[in-house]
């Protein structure tokens, strides 16, 4: 399995999730994303490596996370994107339904993240 086929991409989200799920996502993240890498989250904000890494640094748990309709587009030879339906969990809190997209790169024979958006699902 090469680092950008779908089952990696998947194998590293899921990874992300459940470090959120643990309360280390911000030493995950901080790890995952490129130097220049970027965050846009459901309000807007557009968050940097550094500000990632702080706003998730002791932020609550999600208790569990749900992932669905998973679609892998290549975008060259070091590149590819996964985009796929969420749904997660925090105590009783209504769901939160997100559409994401992650882009990743290989740098040095390793899996990064460049950027990443939620768009969020209202019905």
Known sequence: ?????????LATERAGWDSLC?????????D???????????????????????????????????MS??????LGTETAALI???????GNEAPFVATMTSVYCVIEERLRLALYQQTVVSY
């Open 84 to 90: 796929y339906s969420a749904q997660s969990v925090r």
């Open 69 to 74: 309709e998973t679609r892998h587009v290549p």
């Open 22 to 30: 643990e309360g280390s996502g911000g030493s995950f993240y901080g």
């Open 32 to 66: 995952l994303m490129t130097p220049d890498g970027l965050m846009i989250i459901s309000n807007g904000m557009v968050l940097d490596r550094a500000a990632v890494k702080a706003s998730l640094d002791g932020a609550p748990t999600w208790d569990q996370y749900e």
């Open 1 to 9: 399995m090469t680092l950008l086929e779908l089952d990696s991409l």
